[in-house]
């Protein structure tokens, strides 16, 4: 990449510092590293580690009650780990919003990723989280923003999936 | 062993304005509901496991209220992770308490793992909570009064409790949006 081409994660902190989210958890993902690397440079957000995602869901909903907005980042295995705790925000009506880089389905290396990878939108579909979708660059910031605005106007749970394809599928060597 | 219901509501009785109490699914729900009704409260009846995630972001967005937590062993043994994420990210306006009956009373009293080898002061000391005590007493309770207001957190009280069911005491309303926006009306009045 060309320093005159801007990183797309650049456009998701434009939608963060335009929608006041001050608090990003995540468990973390290469994916999602220089879009954490500017938040953690920003004295507005705080950055909370997490050890496991669903530990996101629950910070996300008691920032929300104390009049912070809030977004978690995982990857897609992490998706599986909030079921339950997505009850939360559902049931109370609470805005919920994540954004997940995928992994197990464009050129996928590692076959342990695939099954989550598969079941990612069937889970979040299930617990009626509204799903969005970025498949090219262009069209994350705008994409984000609506998810955001679609969980935050509308008091509802909503994942942006970031595609493997725009991220970029990891190729391993041995040795 | 304390009793625990007694034990909360009078840790409950002449609360101060600027606490605000959150509790964990079941009986600790029950227990500080049994302490009246208050809309500074908000009490999980489900999604097990996240009433210390929740309670550690509203401790971030809330510096200047104090922030108390009751939950069970069980509530606690289910995100252990958490108090590390609680350790690191640390809010000086958080106390845990932690109502350990070592069961689940709620199912049928089976042991829980504080029954067993675990201990959970200890596991808070591990994850990196320096203040955390274990009390046995409930004559104890003025210490834990001055943990909860004056104490820098985050801190995690061990409250071992005699493991017996107790009469179940319902919230306001059992829909969330209902208990959750109450709450929050709590926080900007």
């Known amino acids: 990449m060309t320093a005159t081409i801007k990183d797309w994660r650049d456009d998701i902190y434009k939608v963060f510092k335009d929608l006041d989210i001050t608090m990003v958890s995540h468990v973390p993902d290469a994916g999602h590293t220089p879009l954490i690397n500017l938040c953690e440079k920003d004295n507005e957000i705080d950055v909370v580690t997490l050890t496991t995602e669903q530990d996101g869901v629950g910070l996300s909903c008691g920032a929300y009650a104390g009049g912070r907005k809030s977004a978690l980042l995982m990857q897609s295995s992490g998706v599986g780990n909030c079921i339950n705790a997505l009850a939360l925000p559902n ?35 299930a617990m009626d989280v509204k799903i969005f979708r970025a498949d090219y660059k262009e069209e994350v910031g705008s994409t984000v923003d609506a998810a955001a605005r679609f969980a935050f106007n509308t008091n509802r749970s909503a994942a942006v999936l970031l595609s493997q394809k725009m991220i970029g599928a990891k190729q391993f060597k041995n040795g | 062993m304390i009793d625990r219901r007694p034990f909360v509501q009078k840790i409950l009785k002449n609360r101060k304005p600027n606490l605000r109490v959150i509790s964990g699914l079941g009986t600790s729900t029950w227990d500080v509901m049994s302490g009246g009704d208050n809309t500074s409260n908000f009490g999980f009846i489900g999604a097990m496991g996240q009433a210390i995630p929740f309670s550690l972001g509203l401790a971030k967005s809330q510096p200047d209220l104090r922030i108390l937590l009751f939950t069970g062993d069980g509530d606690t043994l289910m995100s252990l992770g958490s108090i590390a994420t609680v350790a690191n990210h640390p809010v000086s306006n958080l106390s845990i308490v932690v109502l350990d009956n070592e069961s689940y009373v709620e199912t049928g009293s089976q042991p829980t793992a504080t029954a067993g080898k675990t201990d959970l002061e200890l596991v808070a000391k591990g994850s990196g909570i320096s203040n955390s005590y274990t009390i046995t007493n409930e004559n104890d309770y003025d ?41 929050m009306s709590s926080i900007k009045s």
């Not at chain 1, 919003?97 to 050129?107: F, H, I, Q, Y």
């Not at chain 2, 409790?161 to 309303?173: D, E, G, I, M, Y």
């Open chain 2, 143 to 183: 210490k834990v009064i001055k943990t909860i207001y004056e104490e820098e957190g985050p801190s995690l009280v061990v409250a071992k409790c005699q493991a017996k069911a107790t009469p179940l005491v319902f919230p306001h309303s059992f829909d969330g949006s209902v208990s959750i926006n109450r709450f």
């Open chain 1, 91 to 125: 049931i109370c009506r609470i805005p919920f919003l994540t954004l997940v880089s995928m992994r197990g389905e464009w050129g996928e290396f590692i076959p342990w990723q695939v099954p989550m990878g598969l079941g990612t939108p069937k889970v979040l579909e």
